[in-house]
């Protein structure tokens, strides 16, 4: 058998790749690489589906076991954990008692690993899991073939995301079948981080499982410790400010604003992404079985929301409650846009649309907007909120808590009308994704709720509901208010009166609700109290 040991005349920065080992769960582009690796004399060694997808397409595979002298055993779980494999990946080539010792017990040279893992952290998100599921889903030859092969980087060339293939392929036509070090420790260095992502998944789902059998019954406790190995999925252009560094990484499930797809426009920037994202989880707020929400965002907070029964409705709703601020915004909507809805909306400039889809009339009247970000999302729920501050994270659960007109407390003589109380949980909803504090005018018109006025991000509660009543456009006369947190004094809720709203909802709970009760009696405005606070702080 011949050495692999580099000859004198040839670099030492570069190694041929002369017998590449592949076993892939995904594969994208797999026949393609395979194929340009065959085109350069490389001999293909594969296992189970992947040497089949292979040999689909006319490529001559070598079946590990041939490679080995040993079966697939015991259902796939004992296929690559060989000294066959880890001989042939991790022997160092400019090692003679390494090169000899292989020699010796007929071990061929393994030069490229190209391995992606089980899909674990998909299975265990899926509903009712079984247990066993879970743990048949841990992947152990795989991991074991990538750390062999990164740790031995100066001879073996490890491939763990189908990303690298094109630019591998054109490597080697270009260097004659070699790939050179600095590629080969780009690889290493990524493989690595695949396999700690990978393990952290596995803890962090194993951790929260609280009877190892039948269904994976999952704990809903805050975990022990926070592992955060999402890989980059790109580098933005810049942060909330050009002088800021960017970037967006993935948590694998492929759900959410991070793995959403864009269909058009210009590249999605940090302030988009956040904007999508808080634009997303408000129309999620609304069951998009029973109406269509929109809602149009500016700087993560809501500058008019709107129901209807189509999204040209409710898109129209919503801009009429702020038309001036909705330029250069973010819409969503918890519905497929169609054509109609999408001819209206390319009357004003915006940023990014969110949906969970476009119509074909959709696409095609949007096309002539060639900068406007159409993104399609599958609705993901995030568990918990994760903030960076100096010297660690603060965790939390997601605010996902919902309140029904039964669970509301009458606190006032006056109990709100039919159509007030359905203006109130309208406007609760809303007000849940402004930022603190915040007060929300809001009506119920046509059937559908309707934002009036909305006063974000105030220091005093009196000035937000001064600044929401300001910022209306449509009339306050006979509007509802949501205020996410209680009101320390009556001046608030008299503000609110004054404005023109004639019922309110709140959390209640100040050491003064007797006055601020006593203050909503005078004035005749109907008030219930949720129990929940809503607080929004960034």
């Keep these: 058998m011949t050495s692999h040991s580099a000859p004198a005349s040839v670099s030492v920065d570069l190694r041929p790749v002369r017998r590449a080992l592949l076993s892939v769960t995904d594969k994208t582009g797999l026949q393609e690489f395979a194929q340009a690796l065959a085109s350069h004399g490389v001999e293909l060694v594969s296992t189970g589906g992947t040497a089949k997808a292979l040999r689909d397409v006319g490529l001559t595979v070598k079946d590990i076991s041939e490679l080995t002298g040993f079966p697939e055993m015991l259902d796939g779980r004992v296929k690559t954990l060989h000294p066959k494999v880890h001989g042939g990946i991790l022997h160092m080539r400019g090692n003679p008692e390494h090169v000899a010792a292989v020699q010796s017990h007929g071990i061929e040279p393994i030069d490229m690993v190209v391995v992606n893992l089980y899909a674990f952290e998909k299975t265990a998100q899926k509903p009712e899991v079984a247990f066993a599921d879970v743990i048949e889903n841990i992947d152990i030859g795989g991991p074991s073939m990538v750390r062999s092969a990164a740790k031995n980087f100066e001879d073996v060339a490890i491939v763990t995301s189908t990303v690298d293939y094109a630019g591998l392929a054109e490597e080697l036509a270009g260097r004659g079948g070699s790939l050179s070090r600095a590629t080969r420790w780009r690889l290493a260095k990524k493989a690595f981080a695949v396999t700690a992502a990978y393990d952290a998944g ?59 797809v864009q269909l058009q426009g210009k590249e999605l920037s940090y302030n988009n992404l956040v904007d999508l994202d808080a634009c997303w989880e408000l129309v999620s707020e609304f069951d998009a079985g029973a ?81 406007l970000r159409l993104v399609k999302i599958t609705s993901a729920e995030t568990p918990r909120v994760i903030k960076q501050v100096s010297g660690g994270l603060l965790v939390q659960d997601a605010d996902r808590l919902r309140i029904t007109e039964a669970e509301l407390k009458l606190v006032t003589e006056r109990k709100p009308t039919p159509e007030e109380m359905r203006a109130l949980l309208f406007a609760w909803k809303v007000c849940k994704f402004v930022k603190s504090n915040a007060i929300v005018y809001a009506r119920y018109s046509e059937g559908h709720g309707q934002t009036v006025g909305i006063g974000a991000g105030q220091m005093s509660r009196v000035d937000a509901a001064k600044f929401g009543a300001m910022k209306a456009v449509l009339p306050l006369k006979g509007t509802v208010a949501a205020s996410d947190a209680f009101f320390p004094f009556p001046d608030g809720l008299e503000t609110i009166a004054e404005a023109g709203a004639t019922a309110v909802i709140q959390p209640g709970g100040s050491v003064k609700d007797a006055d601020v009760i006593a203050a909503a009696d005078r004035l005749g405005v109907a008030m219930v109290f949720t129990g929940v606070r809503h607080f929004r702080h960034g």
Excluded: M, W
């Excluded at 803890?203 to 890989?231: C, H, K, M, W």
């Excluded at 400010?241 to 793995?259: E, F, I």
């Design 291 to 371: 109406e269509v929400a929109v809602a149009i965002i500016k700087h993560t907070n809501p500058c008019g929301a709107s129901t209807g029964v189509t999204v040209l409705e409710a898109y129209r709703r919503a801009l009429e409650a702020d038309p001036i601020s909705a330029f250069g915004g973010v819409i969503g909507v918890n519905r497929e846009v169609d054509g109609e809805a999408a001819e209206e909306i390319a009357k004003l400039f915006v940023e990014a649309i969110v949906a969970p889809g476009f119509t074909k009339e959709a696409l095609e009247r949007f096309a002539a907007k060639k900068n």
């Design 202 to 260: 596995i803890a962090t789902a194993l951790e929260a499982i609280e009877t190892p059998a039948g269904p994976a019954v999952f704990s809903n406790e805050l975990p022990q410790a926070i592992r955060i190995i999402d890989p980059l999925a790109q580098t933005l252009r810049y942060g909330e400010n050009p002088h800021q560094r960017a970037a967006l990484y993935v948590d694998g499930s492929g759900k959410g604003v991070a793995a959403a």
